[in-house]
């Protein structure tokens, strides 16, 4: 058995050590607002943040995740960042087909609580997980927003 704190929450899990973080997340657990995307950490879908930092679950073994605490889309409004970046999202209809929305919104939360007034090139360095819709102007829209 294998421990996880998620969303503030331990959990015990039966899997080997080298699952992905996002098969246990998504099939154990049924937290599945993080998505299965390319499953090569390229497109960000699976984000999530491990200690506040935005990490890509499908490349992420259990046995690397260890003592920190994940937290997944399910739980981020009860982040004071989290909960503005979701306001900011509804508030300009950020989504168009929304799927990879709840990583796009992991890792605005993790920059703003690195860097709560970033520039547009930290915008951009930042939020790379993709979006095949495109949405990426109001994507940075909604990151200013949240950080005003």
Request: charge should be negative; charged fraction near 20%.
């Amino acid at each position: 058995m294998i421990k996880l704190t998620i969303n503030g929450r331990e959990h015990s899990v039966d899997a080997e050590p080298d699952t992905p973080l996002l098969f246990v997340l998504r099939d154990d657990l049924h937290l599945t607002g993080t998505k299965y995307g390319c499953g090569i950490g390229q497109c960000g879908a699976c984000t999530v943040l491990i200690d506040g930092q935005a990490t890509r679950s499908c490349q992420t073994p259990l046995d690397g995740v260890g003592a920190q605490a994940v937290t997944t889309i399910e739980a981020i409004e009860q982040d004071p960042v989290g909960r503005r970046v979701v306001e900011a999202w509804v508030g300009i209809e950020v989504p168009q087909c929304g799927y990879c929305q709840s990583g796009q919104v992991m890792a605005a939360t993790s920059l703003l609580k690195q860097n709560p007034k970033p520039t547009d090139a930290d915008i951009a360095e930042a939020m790379t997980n993709l979006c095949r819709c495109g949405t990426y102007n109001v994507i940075g829209a909604a990151v200013r927003r949240a950080a005003a």
